[in-house]
């Protein structure tokens, strides 16, 4: 079975702090994703990585940052954090870029800035 | 713009009953529709996947139906259980040369059973 762990569950935050949120896969996958989860405005791509050391931006990157230095972790850095960052965080892996692909999700973050 | 539209927003059924969630797409080009489930405090998690040729799959009491001429896609669930009660993210994939920015989510189905 794939495995994707978050390193935390719950954060709290405060407003201007660096915040790092890691993602780990046990699958080999080649591709990983980081998604935020809103209320009524649902999964939104933040950024995706399809190699090590490569990402490409999603939907909402502005105030994201992300590091792939091994295979097995993605991680989402939050230069300074503000409260409009407070949402659900979800990370996900696949094995290959492609439409049948299936991503396996992580437990997901939930982060609250104050 | 591509777009997923689910509905209702949010089901309150009885347990042991059946459901109907609906979505409704406008990606194109279409290549495939998934559904998945997300619990309560956890990632989702992939029920069916259907191409474009498909209009019928199931996965143990959830059975999802496409219509690609019209655009809609049902997942039906028969003889709910409590444990099916979650969100429920209708997915479309509508970058053919593939890449993550071709998906488009919805914005889910909270469906709640009730003993």
């Known amino acids: 079975d794939v495995k994707v762990t978050q390193s935390s569950r719950y954060l709290v935050k405060r407003t201007g702090e660096k915040v790092f949120l890691e993602c780990v896969q046990d699958?080999?996958?080649?591709?990983m994703f980081w998604y935020r989860q809103d209320p009524g405005l649902g999964l939104r791509l933040i950024y995706f990585?399809?190699?090590?050391?490569?990402?490409e931006k999603g939907d909402i990157p502005e105030g994201y940052s992300v590091s792939r230095e091994k295979k097995e972790r993605f991680s989402l850095i939050l230069e300074s954090a503000s409260t409009n960052q407070t949402s659900m965080y979800l990370c996900?892996?696949?094995?290959?870029?492609?439409?049948?692909?299936?991503?396996?999700f992580g437990p997901g973050t939930r982060l609250l800035v104050l | 713009k591509n777009q997923v539209e689910q509905s209702p927003q949010s089901l309150i059924i009885l347990e042991g009953k059946n459901c109907t969630l609906q979505?409704?797409?406008?990606?194109?080009?279409?290549?495939?529709l998934r559904w998945y489930k997300q619990d309560t405090g956890r990632g989702p998690v992939s029920l069916t996947i259907?191409?474009?040729?498909?209009n019928t799959k199931s996965n143990g009491r959830y059975t999802a139906t496409l219509d690609a001429d019209t655009k809609q896609s049902s997942l039906h669930i028969t003889a709910s259980q409590l444990s099916d009660s979650a969100s429920y993210i209708c997915?479309?994939?509508?970058?053919?040369?593939?890449?993550?920015?071709?998906?488009?989510f919805g914005k889910g189905t909270h469906l709640i059973i009730q003993p």
């Open positions: 996900a892996s696949s094995l290959y870029l492609g439409d049948q692909e299936t991503q396996y």
């Open positions: 699958m080999d996958h080649e591709n």
């Open positions: 990585s399809y190699d090590v050391k490569m990402k």
């Open positions: 979505c409704n797409y406008t990606v194109s080009p279409f290549s495939n």
């Open positions: 259907m191409t474009f040729s498909e």
């Open positions: 997915v479309v994939s509508g970058n053919s040369g593939g890449g993550a920015d071709g998906l488009t």
